[in-house]
């Protein structure tokens, strides 16, 4: 297949990723027209007051089967709901799906001790605390001043008071604090391919395999660190919006290798149909059968291509 608008190294690579039956969609997706969802934040609303209140203002908000607060409007409303002042108010807050979902895998309760290790923006660092009614610990991590101010701003406008903020490297947390978190949520810094638009060359201008394998080294260090940091029995659960077999698959094999007898898998039952399981084979490069038990959410007009792997401690 020739996609011309796209990077060649790109469309030969999903080449290789994607199955052959879902390769055409998949690289419309990146063409098509994307529906825009939104997340009702219940620290501070309730999805059956806001969702009637939007419709006052023309809102046309669908609902999502698997997630009660999460809602999607078409593409031709985008600019209604991102100018909405309950954006401002912190009632609402603009997410993909893939995000979303990500979340709800996590199995997040009340007063748990809990773990952002790449937290800004702070969209899933918000919903985690939401999941938590602001109840129990929530740390977020993020290394990159500018970037901490928006997290913190967001913690703040969606009313989140159970959060403490580092501004650090996620890569030594682990070392800090052992064996401390009920869950860890590693939304990895990656070469976000999932973000590359046919119609815009400026969204892959930063896209390269060298810089997939700059994002891979230090995606290594992150889920050593969360790992580490995990308490036994806690879940960690690793994404990204990449699709690249480095940065995902190649990852998680390095952790079950490094902590054989502590690491272990848990399936992932997503509540959709469009995604495929981890790859077995990428190049040279073969994965074991286990990580069949990771899921590549595939891009289509609601969706975000992301990888998550769900991972607990032995
Ligand atoms: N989870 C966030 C959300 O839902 O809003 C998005 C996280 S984004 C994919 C990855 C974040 O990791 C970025 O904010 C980036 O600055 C941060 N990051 C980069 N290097 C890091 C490091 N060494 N330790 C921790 N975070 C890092």
Redesign the pocket.
């Known amino acids: 297949m020739n996609d011309h608008s796209l990077p060649p190294e790109f469309v030969s690579r999903l080449q290789q990723i994607i199955e052959p039956q879902n390769l055409a969609s998949v690289l419309e997706s990146f063409h098509a027209p994307k529906h825009t969802s939104f997340r009702v934040n219940t620290l501070k609303a309730r999805s059956s007051d806001m969702i009637p209140r939007l419709r006052t203002t023309g809102l046309d908000a669908e609902p999502v089967a698997w997630c009660e607060e999460a809602f999607v409007v078409s593409a031709a409303q985008r600019s209604l709901l991102t100018h909405s002042p309950r954006i401002d108010t912190g009632d609402i807050y603009i997410?993909g799906l893939s995000?979303i979902l990500a979340v709800t895998l996590l199995d997040v309760q009340p007063e748990q001790t809990n773990l952002?290790?790449?937290?800004?923006?702070?969209?899933?660092?918000s919903h985690i605390a939401a999941l938590m009614h602001n109840q129990g610990k929530l740390s977020v991590?993020?290394?990159?001043r500018k970037?901490m101010y928006r997290l913190a701003d967001t913690l703040k406008r969606l009313g989140v008071t159970n959060a403490k903020t580092y501004l650090m490297?996620?890569?030594k947390v682990g070392g800090k604090v052992p064996g401390r978190f009920d869950r860890v949520?590693l939304?990895?810094?990656?070469s976000s391919e999932s973000r590359i638009r046919g119609d815009e060359s400026g969204s892959w201008k930063y896209w390269s395999e060298r810089k997939i394998r700059e994002q891979s080294r230090?995606q290594s260090?992150?889920i050593r660190s969360g790992f580490e940091a995990l308490r036994p029995g806690g879940i960690l659960l690793y994404c990204?919006?990449s699709f690249a077999p480095e940065e995902n698959e190649a990852i998680v094999v390095r952790l079950l290798d490094e902590y054989p007898d502590q690491a272990r898998l848990m399936p992932l039952d997503l509540p959709i149909k469009n995604w495929q399981a981890g790859l077995q084979k990428f190049g040279t490069q073969e994965f074991p059968g286990e990580l069949e038990q990771t899921r590549r959410i595939l891009p289509d007009s609601n969706f975000d291509g992301f990888f998550l792997a769900k991972v607990t401690k032995v």
Do not use: N, Y
């Open positions: 997410q995000s952002d290790l790449a937290a800004a923006p702070g969209g899933k660092a991590v993020e290394p990159i970037r490297d996620g890569r949520l939304d990895a810094p990656c230090k260090g992150l990204t919006c």
